[in-house]
């Protein structure tokens, strides 16, 4: 006969399966609020990327931090600072020649405007050579 002490049979065994050394587990949680109309908008944004909200809070927030610490730059912005540069040091160059034209002036502007693209892209490259050498150093 069986003792009455006998415990039911348990679905959870009895030892969690060591992870493998190159697995990292998630064990720590962030809490917040948020307002409704603040939650939609993260849920919708969240809904779009075909992710839970979970998941894409964490992406957010990791690419964040990320970003911050890689002193990320606005390429937008980073694009339009070039083409003034290009622009000023250009009008400054050819009115050193003298009295500046329309067509001058709009040659010089559409040149500026033409090259910030390729500036950024060649100004990103650059950087991330820099910051790739001095980070094994």
Known sequence: MASSNAKPPSSI?????????SEAYRIKSIATRLTEAEFAVVESAATSAGQKVSEWLRDA???????????????????????????????????????????????ISEYAEAIKDRKVEEALARRRRNDGGSQGE
């Open 13 to 21: 065994p009895p030892t969690v399966p060591s992870a493998p050394a």
């Open 61 to 107: 927030a990791l690419a964040q931090a990320h970003q911050e610490r890689e002193g990320q730059t606005d390429p937008v912005l980073l694009a339009e600072i070039l083409g003034v540069r290009a622009l000023v040091l250009n009008l400054f160059a050819k009115a050193s020649e003298g009295p500046l034209s329309k067509e001058d002036l709009r040659k």
